[in-house]
């Protein structure tokens, strides 16, 4: 069982950054791939950002790259998504999620565990 904590979402103006935070808990979360994911109302659940280990690789949306970038801290057990030069565009609830084992996936069906959702929300 892995249980998913996130943190750090908030109001933000356009051009400002925002580190999202999805503690893990029950795995090491090297041993199964994560996920970014955005839903803002009335819009299905979309793909940010994921990353697999075993070996190190990662995904970023058309809308995500160059802007966002996924870290982790094996010590805190915690991967974070730093999001830059935020957009109004970017407003949603942020969710992190986890399937055990190895490889990208990208769709929301795809992952087994799911965080609480933060909000972000970018003044303009």
């Known amino acids: 069982q892995v249980q998913l904590v996130e943190s750090g979402g908030g109001l933000v103006q356009a051009g400002g950054s925002v580190r999202l935070s999805c503690a893990a808990s029950g795995r090491t979360f090297s041993s199964y791939r994560m996920g970014w994911f955005r839903q803002a109302p009335g819009k299905e659940r979309d793909i940010v950002a994921a990353?697999?280990?075993?070996?190190?690789?990662?995904y970023y949306s058309d809308s995500a790259k160059g802007r966002f970038a996924i870290a982790w801290d094996n010590a805190k057990n915690t991967v974070y998504l730093q999001m830059n030069s935020l957009k109004p565009e970017d407003t949603a609830v942020y969710y992190c999620?986890?399937?055990?084992?190895?490889?990208?996936?990208?769709?929301?069906?795809?992952?087994?565990?799911w965080g609480q959702g933060t909000q972000v929300t970018v003044s303009s």
């Open positions: 990353i697999s280990w075993n070996p190190v690789s990662a």
């Open positions: 999620a986890a399937r055990i084992g190895s490889g990208l996936v990208f769709r929301p069906s795809e992952y087994d565990y």
